[in-house]
């Protein structure tokens, strides 16, 4: 094991947004300086950094300089792979160049979970117009999805024949898809695991998530899942992170299909997830400080949940179209409700605003009054 990073070293994030804010005070409180590198002058993570650096992620003079931090993570996956490689010859990485690249890609991704032994929905790759051949029909119906850059729902068009998916890939632009056969979907879970290496793992219990448009809306923890099916969840995270060398907190989406509850891995974030938000309020200690703990090779800490919770995503939806706030009175007011607000400047239809946390005595009774919460936020 590598020698520990102590406060007050200097770290360093590559983003400033809600994620790289949320680790910003997460590290300052455990007594870490952070620097974050992010064009944005109005990120998020700005506000709370000792020193922000506006300038593009692939600015040569900011990565020199952040190559003096003693460490550096990511808050995003899409940030310039080559760039953490680079780092890494200056300082401490993690997750590493390798696998954010993986996570980048999806039909890299997707081969490396079955190289890990772990099943995938059945799919293609179609990089060029020939790759959509008859036997495509056996993927029908399925979704087409870009290999790179797809976040939220974007990317992914719904098809049904050979002609739908020829159309889908044309109209995103002929770059790199896959083909995702429909499955039995019953549910959708993630796992946030914490690895500094194969002796030190841990994870977060799993999270059943409810989206909306593409967007996650809910996540409701634990999940109300049969505790063998959670259990085997975990298993899945660890053995994908081992599969990896991940060293960081890695996120794993899941899908429950079918009758008999199969589990299927659907894609990875080197990150913190939005469906781990509620280890802020509800966990012996959250994803952030994780993150913090696990890039200055300090083993990670106790994961337990200490209540059933359920977290709500806040979109620039419930914002007036004049722009005036929503009625945070009744998120304020409620004694087990949690709010989180991102410090973003401008309100707009499915963006990300915030989110709150319920918490509760079962985890029907969060998911309840977080809908209702929920509700009660947009003005009339």
């Known amino acids: 094991m590598s020698l520990p990073i102590l406060p007050p070293a200097m770290l360093g994030i590559l983003g400033g947004g809600q994620l790289g804010s949320m680790f910003t005070v997460a590290a300052k409180t455990m007594g870490y300086r952070v620097t974050v590198l992010d064009p944005d002058p109005n990120a998020p993570a700005a506000r709370f950094a000792d020193r922000h650096l506006c300038a593009p992620f692939d600015d040569a003079a900011a990565l020199e300089e952040m190559a003096q931090c003693a460490a550096v993570t990511t808050e995003f996956e899409n940030v310039n792979a080559q760039a953490m490689r680079d780092l890494a010859r200056h300082t401490r990485v993690s997750p590493s160049g390798e696998c954010v690249a993986v996570a980048q890609n999806r039909i890299l991704e997707k081969a490396r979970i079955r190289a890990a032994g772990l099943q995938t929905a059945p799919y293609q790759a179609i990089e060029r117009s020939e790759d959509i051949q008859a036997a495509c029909n056996d993927l029908l119906p399925g979704i087409v999805k870009t290999a790179t850059l797809g976040y939220d729902g974007k990317g992914q068009i719904p098809v049904k024949t050979l002609q739908d998916v020829q159309a889908a890939f044309e109209r995103l632009g002929g770059v790199p898809c896959v083909l995702e056969k429909r499955v039995d979907l019953r549910s959708e879970i993630s796992v946030i695991v914490c690895r ?86 509800a966990c012996l200690s959250d994803q952030f400080q994780q993150q913090v703990r696990l890039m200055c090779a300090l083993p990670p800490a106790a994961t337990a949940l200490l209540s059933p919770c359920c977290m709500g995503n806040i979109l620039g939806d419930v914002w007036g179209d004049d722009g005036s706030e929503p009625d945070w009175q009744p998120l304020q007011n409620h004694p087990y409700s949690h709010l989180h607000q991102y410090g973003k400047t401008a309100a707009r239809k499915g963006r990300k605003m915030g989110h709150f946390t319920v918490l509760a005595d079962n985890a029907d009774s969060a998911y309840q009054t977080a809908r209702r919460l929920h509700a009660l936020l947009k003005k009339d």
Request: aromatic fraction near 4%.
């Open 196 to 281: 500094l290496d194969a002796q030190h793992i841990a994870t977060f219990d799993p999270a059943e998530n409810h989206h909306e448009n593409g967007i996650l809306a809910y996540s409701i923890v634990p999940a109300r899942l049969p505790e063998d099916l959670r259990n085997r969840a975990r298993e899945i995270a660890v053995r994908l992170a081992e599969e990896l060398d991940y060293v960081g907190v890695l996120a794993v989406e899941m899908f429950v299909v079918g009758d008999q509850q199969e589990l299927l891995v659907n894609e990875i974030a080197p990150r913190p997830h939005n469906s781990g938000h509620h280890t802020i309020n």
